[in-house]
Nanobody, 125 residues
């Protein structure tokens, strides 16, 4: 069983930056793609960004394009989410996810097999 361990959340002011990290517990695990989702109170979990492990191709939801950057370290099986110019509406619990098999629907939760425990990101105005 693959475990995903997230870190890097916190409380920041609007305009600040944060970097989230997510490491897979098993180094032999080779994901097809990994992604970040977020869930605000009273709302459904929504797609933020994803990266295809082999090619490094990236995908973003419109609201974070130009502000967030997803990247990966293949050697350490770690995915990062650099979040810049944070806004209060970015406040949510952020979840890391990993998929065994490729799917063009990287923006859906059903595309992923493994999930992290979530890390809180709070942006004050």
């Amino acid at each position: 069983q693959v475990q995903l361990v997230e870190s890097g959340g916190g409380l920041v002011q609007a305009g600040a930056s944060l970097r989230l990290s997510c490491a897979a517990s098993t180094r032999t695990f080779s994901p097809s793609h990994m992604g970040w989702f977020r869930q605000a109170p009273g709302k459904e979990r929504e797609f933020v960004a994803a990266i295809r492990w082999s090619s490094g191709s990236t995908y973003y939801t419109d609201s974070v394009k130009g502000r967030f950057i997803i990247s990966r370290d293949n050697a350490d099986n770690t995915v990062y989410l650099q979040m810049n110019s944070l806004k209060p509406e970015d406040t949510a619990v952020y979840y890391c996810a990993a998929a065994q098999f490729w799917s063009w629907t990287v923006f859906t939760t059903t595309s992923y097999n493994y999930w992290g425990q979530g890390t809180q990101v709070t942006v004050s105005s």
